[in-house]
């Protein structure tokens, strides 16, 4: 199907374990992002990618590690994941960084125990 | 630092009542936009605005940017049950980054 999608919609783990989350467009569009979003903190930037091969820190990087070889695919590791990264996780593609809009994902919620 | 600062927070209203959420900063923006985001789905875009003073209406929605650039409102007519969600401002960030957020306008509206 069309769009962009991430896999797992769900996913509970445990602390200090990897979790991988995914996310794949079909647009070819040059940019894509990773936000989390928190009650209180609204959506935040966690990193972001210009093309294939390139990629950028956002507000909050710490902990998460992201990898762009295809221009299609974006996914977001957590090394160890820790209670605080629990949370809901959307991953965004753009034409452009700016003024073009974001479509985003349907999100993923991640549970820490 | 850009912020985007959101009022009001939560919104609970009636069907039919008016109702106008602000999206304000300190700092200038080249453009705007209005996302509605509903439980369990990411943020879809409504709207962008580029140029200071502009207004746009989407069926019951308007949408103004100020003339500084620094501020925007989204003006709701005759609320509707299926305009209940979340409601974010977001702003082109600083040299060309990725957006900047606002924290959002929870707006439920009951028949």
């Known amino acids: 199907d069309a769009g962009i999608t991430q896999s797992p919609r769900y996913k509970i783990t445990e602390t200090g374990r990897q979790v991988t989350l995914m996310c794949h467009q079909t647009?070819?569009?040059?940019?894509m992002f990773w936000y989390r979003q928190d009650l209180g903190h609204g959506l935040r930037l966690i990193y972001y990618s210009a093309a294939a091969d390139i990629t950028d820190k956002g507000e909050v990087p710490d902990g998460y590690v992201v990898s762009r070889s295809k221009t299609e695919n974006f996914p977001l590791t957590l090394e160890s994941a820790t209670r605080s990264q629990t949370s809901v996780y959307f991953c965004?593609?753009?034409?452009?960084?700016?003024?073009?809009?974001?479509?985003f994902g349907p999100g993923t919620r991640l549970t820490v125990t | 630092t850009q912020l985007l600062e959101q009022s009001p927070q939560f919104l609970s209203i009636q069907e039919g009542e008016n109702l106008t959420v602000y999206c304000n900063s300190s700092s200038v923006f080249s453009s705007l936009q209005w996302y509605r985001q509903e439980p369990g789905e990411g943020p879809v875009l409504l709207v962008t605005?580029?140029?200071?003073?502009e207004v746009k209406k989407l069926k019951r929605l308007t949408f103004q940017f100020g003339d500084a650039r620094k501020d925007s409102s989204l003006h709701i007519t005759a609320a509707q049950p299926g305009d209940t969600g979340l409601y974010l401002c977001a702003g082109d960030g600083q040299a060309g980054t990725a957006l900047i957020f606002g924290k959002g306008t929870t707006l439920s509206v009951s028949s």
């Open positions: 647009w070819s569009h040059s940019y």
């Open positions: 605005v580029v140029t200071g003073g």
């Open positions: 965004a593609s753009s034409d452009s960084p700016g003024t073009y809009e974001q479509y």
